[in-house]
């Protein structure tokens, strides 16, 4: 079983920046892609930004492009999301996701991957 534990959310002005961070308990073969995702009120959760454990290829949602940064810190078994120029269309709960498959699709679906509990982050206009 994998835990996953999410940090750094709040609220923010819209312009403002947030770091995110996620210790893992496993952060190996078993998780090959890490990533997060986020869900809105009303709305389907979704992927934002993801990672390839081993060769640190990302995949950005096109509402993340040129805004949020993620990266990993292997020796810590964490990971992070740097989200900058921050909208109100960013509020959300952000969550933590570790995929047990390889691919991006398996990672994508939601079905078969560890989440963390999720972190608030309120973007005011």
């Known amino acids: 079983q994998v835990q996953l534990v999410e940090s750094g959310g709040g609220s923010v002005q819209a312009g403002g920046s947030l770091r995110l961070s996620c210790v893992a308990s496993?952060?190996?073969?078993?998780?090959?892609?890490m990533g997060w995702f986020r869900q809105a009120p009303g709305k389907e959760r979704g992927g934002v930004a993801g990672?390839?454990?081993?060769?640190?290829?990302?995949y950005y949602a096109d509402s993340a492009k040129g805004r949020f940064t993620i990266s990993q810190d292997i020796a810590k078994a964490t990971l992070y999301l740097e989200m900058n120029s921050l909208k109100p269309d960013d509020t959300a709960i952000y969550y933590c996701?570790?995929?047990?498959?390889?691919?991006?699709?398996?990672?994508?679906?939601?079905?078969?991957?560890?989440w963390g509990r999720g972190t608030q982050v309120t973007v005011s206009s």
């Open positions: 996701a570790a995929s047990r498959g390889v691919r991006w699709s398996d990672w994508l679906s939601g079905t078969n991957n560890y």
């Open positions: 496993v952060y190996t073969y078993q998780t090959p892609i």
């Open positions: 990672i390839i454990v081993n060769n640190g290829l990302r």
